[in-house]
């Protein structure tokens, strides 16, 4: 994990309702909803954060995850990400989340002004009644952006060669809403890696955020991933030396990029004013610059979607938040 991450420690915090086994939280017996609320978590000076989570649900369970900032000492609001639950049964997020010192901006969380220099998370589990199974919620992480901007680390391996074997899927093949499940598909991809394969619309569908209508809520889709029992969470990365890190180890990563102009990224379908994921599946040095291989979803046909961009570019027109899946 990157020093811009932080797993939470659910031994930790207080109970209602609910019991810690094994380092994760459940309902007790006899209780259809519980209350977890953690300490205060002091951190590094921070602008945004974005959280994730691990959890197992289904039709009639679900989980609630919120946060609070602290900054200049004074606390927000409790900011909620919606009732989570497996296969698309979700409330979605909620609009209109702000107050005087945050705004939640579906699965960002802004500072409004300044920064801040801690927080609090409260989960709540829900299920239909006792006879129900409990969900089961095995732990939260927060992705920060921290006041000092990224750390500019040298890469300098001109003999790296990395290609991992991702499958390559086309989001257009799903017409009716194809232009709208960049993300899906790149989890669908990344899932396949891993040798799971889903049908594009099966993630779609499981993943859509009903309170927005999107499929590209970036906290849902790693949840979605985590349900089908992968390990996976949202990380805010700063250069090319740690991505390579990741790719070392087998591991692609989603990546979120936003494009205005398509001299932005040489070799793109098309721009991405609105923001786009592609999955980063190799790295390599050629003719006197790094160049990554993207799984690009935006391709018409699925033989184009694997792409050769700019290290150089990439890195200014991605924000730095990747979803990290692995087995």
Avoid at 118 to 145: G, H, Q, S, W
């Amino acid at each position: 994990m990157g020093k811009n991450l932080l797993a939470g420690n659910l031994s930790k915090g207080i109970c209602e309702n609910l019991k810690c086994v094994e380092g994760q939280l459940i309902l007790e017996d006899q209780q259809n909803h519980g209350i977890y609320e953690s300490e205060v978590i002091e951190v590094n000076p921070f602008t945004n954060l974005v959280m994730s989570w691990r959890s197992k649900t289904h039709e009639n369970a679900s989980v609630e995850i919120w946060v609070k900032i602290r900054t200049e000492g004074r606390w927000s609001s409790w900011f909620s990400y919606g009732k989570w639950s497996d296969q698309g049964n979700n409330t979605g997020s909620f609009s209109g989340q702000k107050d005087i010192l945050a705004t939640l901006d579906v699965d960002l969380l802004l500072v409004n002004r300044g920064h801040a220099d801690a927080c609090a998370v409260r989960v709540e589990l829900f299920r239909k009644d006792i006879e129900t199974p409990t969900p089961v919620f095995e732990n939260y992480y927060m992705a920060f952006k921290p006041v000092e901007g990224c750390v500019k680390v040298p890469f300098v391996d001109k003999a790296v060669d990395i290609h991992l074997k991702v499958q390559a899927y086309s989001q257009l093949d799903i017409p009716e809403i194809g232009n709208k499940i960049c993300s899906p598909t790149c989890v669908s991809m990344v899932m396949a890696y891993y040798g799971l394969e889903k049908q594009i619309t099966d993630t779609a569908k499981g993943v859509i955020d009903n309170g927005t209508g999107i499929y590209g809520n970036w906290s849902y889709n790693v949840a979605y991933a985590n349900e089908r029992g992968f390990r996976s969470h949202v990380e805010r990365l700063e250069n090319l030396h740690e991505i390579s890190l990741y790719l070392k180890e087998g591991i692609p990563l989603i990546a979120s990029i936003k494009t205005r102009d398509l001299g932005a990224l040489q070799g793109a379908y098309q721009t991405y004013p609105s923001g786009h994921l592609v999955v980063i599946t190799g790295l390599f040095y050629k003719e006197g610059q790094y160049y990554f291989r993207v799984n690009d979803p935006a391709a018409n046909t699925s033989d184009k979607v694997p792409r050769e961009y700019l290290v150089e570019e990439f890195l200014n027109v991605w924000n730095g938040i990747v979803y990290v899946i692995r087995r």
